[in-house]
């Protein structure tokens, strides 16, 4: 297969500057001290688009929410070598296969948020919700469509309902109120997850 190369459209601008999920020891880590000190940098962000893209940006601020996908920069090249890891680094999760995950240690470390843009400044976008840190490439911006991003009867495997719980317990700490913190809702009572996973015991 041929190799394709990727060009930033634009950089991160965020006062979290330290990963909160990292490489070690052929799998990935939370790094609980950071996620402390730097957790609500994270909730407001921008994104700095290159000049030359100016134009492909032009209708953006017309929508809610964006998706932007990402370049996890720090990710060393013999972590993309890595199969499978704990997600989220939580050592009481099951190891899982990387595409099973939403790790950003991967063979191609390209990540995905959905944010909600609060403001468009030129080549600048504000946004809430990117959880990517300071200098981060960006690699592309999409809008969000329900429609088509977020489909209904959706099905998650078990393990995932017990990560979120632990995260939920581990980001009470935090100080962040419950619109602020992404774990604090019950996903099983999310509108797209399907009826039977809904009435399941957590």
């Known amino acids: 297969m041929s190799d394709y190369i990727i060009r930033p459209i634009g950089i991160v601008k965020s006062k979290a500057d330290k990963e909160v999920l990292k490489y070690s020891n052929k799998d990935i880590k939370l790094d609980f001290d950071v996620a402390l000190s730097q957790g609500t940098d994270l909730k407001k962000s921008e994104i700095i688009i290159n000049e030359e893209y100016l134009d492909c940006l032009d209708g953006i601020e017309d929508f809610s929410h964006i998706i932007i996908l990402f370049w996890t920069h720090k990710v060393p090249n013999n972590a993309r070598q890595i199969k499978k890891v704990h997600p989220a680094g939580l050592k009481q999760m099951p190891i899982k296969g990387i595409f099973a995950t939403r790790s950003p240690v991967r ?44 489909p209904l009867n959706v099905k ?9 719980q632990k995260l939920k317990e581990l980001t009470s700490t935090l100080e962040l109120n419950e619109s602020s913190n992404p ?10 997850i399907s009826p039977d996973q809904q009435k399941s015991e957590q």
Do not use: Q
């Open 107 to 150: 063979p191609n470390p390209i990540c995905k948020t959905t944010v909600k843009l609060i403001e468009r400044k030129g080549t600048t976008l504000i946004v809430e919700g990117l959880d990517a840190i300071d200098n981060t490439p960006v690699v592309d911006i999409k809008p969000h469509i329900p429609f088509y991003d977020s």
């Open 183 to 192: 774990y604090s809702i019950n996903i099983r009572l999310h509108p797209c």
């Open 156 to 164: 998650l495997a078990d393990w995932m309902y017990h990560l979120m």
